[in-house]
């Protein structure tokens, strides 16, 4: 059993997709228009054949409720792999993303946490070496 697919509720797909991949980088898998959204997944350039990221409307009534809480609570509703927090944190707080938690030390890996602008906190972490 492997992960194939997971989903980011996101309060504009337009917004989501310009904000994961210009800024974040990772690369459009799917596109597929389905009324006025899309089925709309996303994949790391490094391993297009691995698990996908959905990025789904954030239109059931039960999605503000459940973000709100965990954004309220600081808790972030995915983590991203980088090679090296502190680097990504510096390229990504240049490019003008918002940082709720910068650079930390968690045991065995350094996180950080931003703002997608899209209605989520995302955490990057890394294993130390």
């Known amino acids: 059993m492997r992960v194939y697919i997971t989903s980011v509720f ?3 797909q ?6 994961y991949t210009k800024v974040l980088g990772f690369k459009v898998k799917h596109d597929i ?3 006025p959204f899309s089925w709309l997944t996303l994949v790391s350039p490094e391993d297009e ?5 959905l990025l789904e409307p954030a ?11 965990l954004k309220a609570d600081g808790i972030p509703v995915a983590s991203f792999a980088v090679e090296d927090v502190q680097a990504e944190y ?4 240049g490019l ?5 938690q910068g650079p930390t030390d968690a045991g065995t890996v350094m996180v950080a946490t931003f703002d997608d ?3 989520n906190l995302i955490q990057i972490s890394s294993y130390k070496g």
Do not use: N
């Open 10 to 12: 996101v309060s504009d």
């Open 14 to 19: 337009s917004q989501a997709k310009e904000f």
């Open 33 to 35: 228009p389905m009324g």
């Open 49 to 53: 054949g691995g698990a996908e990221l």
């Open 59 to 69: 239109e059931h009534r039960a999605v503000a409720p459940y973000r709100d809480a």
């Open 90 to 93: 510096e390229r990504l707080s």
């Open 96 to 100: 003008g993303v918002e940082f709720t």
């Open 117 to 119: 602008t899209c209605g």
